[in-house]
Structure formats: C-alpha cells, structure tokens
C-alpha cells in the first residue's frame, strides 16, 4: 500500500518555528482535511510532503513507486511548462507523460525476454516486471485516456470547443482548473489539494466531491468551503502554534470538538493572565521595600518558571468598527429588458442574456447561479458597468455607488505597492 509518513518534522523561518516535530501519516484510501488559521504553516506542509522544500530536522518516508501529486493555492500549470500552441487536449494528454515511460521500459523488457531463452529464473523476473508494468499501465487509464480526459474537462466545467482553445487563453482561474484536471487525470498514489474549490462553481465543485468519493489514492484537502470537507473527508489534521493533531470525524465533527478545547484554553489563558497581572503588581508594590524584597525576588522567579500558556492572534479580542455605507433610495437597481450575444456573424451568433428584467431594493442580498456558460459573469459586468454593449437599460437608484469584485481580480493588482497601498 502507497504511503508518506512523517516523524518528528520540523521547520522554522528565522526565531519563527512553523512546523515542531510533527507526525503525519498518508495512505491509499486517506481522506485528510489540513486545518489551521491563515500563516499556520498548512501550505508549508503540503510542499514538505510534496518534496519542494526541506524541512529543518525529522523523516519524511515515502514508499518506493508512491506518486505524490500537488495543486498549491495558485501558480502557473503544474505538472510540465505551459507551451505556446499546446491546446487544451493536448495540454490535459500531458498527464499520462508518466505512463509513456512505463510503456517504454514494458518493451524494453520485453525486448530482453525475446533474447533471454535460457536462464528460466532470470525470465521469472522479467516476466513479473512486465506484468507489474502492464497492470500499472491498465490501471492508469492510459488506454481509455480519450473519454477519461472528455470527463474529467466536462465535470470540471470546460465546454468540448474549449479542448482545442489554446491553455494560454484562458484566464487565471480557468488556468488553475486545467492544473486540476491534470492531476486527476495524472491519477497519483496520494493528492494533495490546497484550495482546489476557489476556481470552481457549484456545479464543478459538486462533480470534484463525486470524483473524490471514487478516488481510490489518498488525499489530503486544504479548503475553506466547510460543505466541501464534509462530505469528502474523515479526518482533519489541524497546525496549532507549530503542532500538528489528528481529529477523527468529519470536518464539522472536528469543528466542534475544537471549540470546546479552545473555550477552555481560553478560559485558562484569561485566568494565567489574571494571575501575572497581580503577581506584577505585588512585585511593583514590595520589590523596594527591604523587609519585602526577598518576598518579591521569588514573586520574579515564579513568573520567570511560569509556563505561558498561548493563544493565536485570532482568539483576542479587538473592537472592529465600518463605517456607515451612504444612504441610497428604495431601490437601488433596475434592470429592463436585458440581452447580451457573443459574435457578429449569423451562424456563430451566441445569445447569453434575451430580455432580463431585474429589480433590486436597498438592503437585499441576491445570488446569481446557473451552469458554466449562462452569463453570470455577463450580467454581473453590466451590472458594474465593466461592459457596455448590451440591450436593454441599466438604472441605479439615488446615492447608489458600484463596486465590483471579479473572477480575475487578484490578477488585477499591482505588484509595486504595498498591501495598504
């Protein structure tokens, strides 16, 4: 059985430890959430397993033959450079790159067994390599790779023009979903996804757990969708201030365990902090008084030997206050008779929006939701006032202002200017 164990791992960035002898173990059939606040490490981790980055002291065991796959949270295509004029199909062929080599030594060796007609147990061992080969190959699907890449594309939200549309047309989210489909298909011993739901709509997301569920490797998730890790994991992995522990259960079973053991540790924490507050002012109080200071001296030494308990920046309290949005009328928009198409000429003319009325008032929440293709992302761009040619009319209400936040938005942002910039 594939695996990837851990023993003992660590890692630290500078005074900073990430990771402090941590123990992991992954294995065919492992269905493992990573949990953690944002800067825990969980990432770190994952490359770690992954073999992109060292880790300071510790074991990493990986079983021969085990194939470790890994989509981070964002970057170019993984799995092979992105080339020039490489379509879609061809760029989702790449997967199986792997499997061709195998193909090549199953005939190499085959090659030998036609020379080797005498020595019976050296034949035994080639035979049993070739047969280990060629069951590795069949299981790969390399041999069904035409209607498995046509499902993997299509459950991930790609239409079948897409699959000869060259990768660099496509945008960055789209971009992460053809890495996605390339790992699938790459079919690993264990996989490991960070974040792999933030480019996929509900439809797409949905087919992911189904596939998932099928899945006969291991994997280990980083996600923020909660539905998501519920319903395709079994155990979660959390990173608390360097340590790692294992929670059985789903993501919602673990999500209520920890917040019993955080209430507590809070708790605890509030009362040691209530304690070194007196301590330090009796020590402030006596430490000059001589007929006191040998009292006090051991107040000093007893805070020193205190072992501090700590709790994340996350858990203390901090007063956050936004400012009031400026007053709008009743509604605040109105759509009428909305249509959009893609295309000039009669035959490839692609009607998305046809007569849409819409009408929104101050204070309503809406989702917009339909299958890849529907014009979500149209309506919305009208709406925000991004695309202009359109049927139709687009009203705001009095005081409305517009604010529009896309698909493609992080890609939007400048390189040169600091976060509060």
């Known amino acids: 059985m594939a695996h990837v164990q851990f023993s003992k791992v660590s890692l630290a960035f500078g005074d900073r430890d990430?990771?402090?002898?941590?123990?992991?173990?992954?294995?065919?059939?492992?269905?493992?959430?990573?949990?953690?606040?944002?800067g825990a490490g969980k990432s770190t981790l994952m490359k770690i397993i992954a073999g992109e980055i060292q880790a300071d002291s510790g074991d990493r065991a990986v079983q021969k033959g085990c194939r470790i796959s890994y989509l981070p949270q964002s970057g170019p295509l993984q799995g092979g450079d992105v080339k020039q004029g490489r379509t879609l199909r061809e760029e989702a062929e790449t997967a199986f790159s792997d499997i061709l080599l195998l193909i090549d030594k199953m005939e190499q060796l085959g090659q030998e067994l036609e020379k080797n007609s005498t020595d019976d147990y050296q034949t035994g061992v080639l035979i049993e390599e070739h047969h280990l080969l060629q069951e590795a190959i069949e299981n790969s699907g390399y041999y069904?790779?035409?209607?498995?890449?046509?499902?993997?594309?299509?459950?991930?939200?790609?239409?079948?023009?897409?699959?000869?549309?060259?990768?660099?047309?496509?945008?960055?989210?789209?971009?992460?979903?053809?890495?996605?489909?390339?790992?699938?298909?790459?079919?690993?011993?264990?996989?490991?996804?960070?974040?792999?739901?933030?480019?996929?709509?509900?439809?797409?997301?949905?087919?992911?757990?189904?596939?998932?569920?099928?899945?006969?490797?291991?994997?280990?998730?980083?996600?923020?969708?909660?539905?998501?890790l519920d319903v395709t994991v079994n155990e979660v992995y959390e990173i608390f201030q360097g340590n790692l522990k294992r929670y059985a259960g789903n993501y919602s079973s673990y999500e209520k365990t920890r917040a019993a053991e955080l209430e507590s540790l809070v708790k605890r924490y509030e009362m040691q902090q209530g304690e070194i507050e007196k301590t330090e002012a009796l020590i402030r109080r006596f430490r000059y008084k001589a007929s006191k200071a040998a009292f006090a001296q051991d107040l000093v030494k007893r805070l020193d030997r205190m072992e501090r308990i700590e709790i994340p920046e996350n858990l203390k309290k901090i007063n956050i206050s936004f400012p009031v949005p400026p007053h709008c009328g009743r509604t605040a928009l109105n759509l009428e008779g909305i249509g959009k198409h893609y295309g000039k000429n009669p035959q490839e003319i692609r009607q998305v929006l046809s007569g849409l009325d819409l009408s929104l008032d101050a204070g309503e929440k809406l989702i917009v939701a339909g299958p890849n293709g529907a014009g979500k992302t149209t309506l919305l761009r009208i709406i925000a006032g991004v695309d202009r040619e359109y049927e139709g009319s687009v009203k705001y209400g009095a005081g409305v202002s517009v604010g529009y936040f896309s698909q493609d938005a992080a890609e939007q942002l400048s390189d040169s200017e600091t976060v509060e910039q």
């Open 18 to 38: 990430i990771l402090k002898e941590v123990n992991l173990n992954l294995c065919e059939g492992s269905r493992s959430a990573l949990a953690g606040v944002n």
């Open 144 to 228: 069904r790779r035409e209607a498995v890449i046509s499902q993997v594309l299509s459950g991930l939200g790609f239409s079948p023009t897409d699959t000869e549309r060259k990768t660099t047309e496509f945008s960055g989210g789209w971009q992460m979903r053809i890495a996605l489909a390339k790992i699938l298909l790459s079919a690993p011993d264990i996989m490991l996804l960070d974040e792999p739901t933030n480019y996929l709509d509900i439809e797409a997301r949905s087919w992911l757990e189904s596939w998932l569920r099928s899945f006969p490797g291991g994997c280990l998730l980083v996600s923020h969708d909660r539905y998501f």
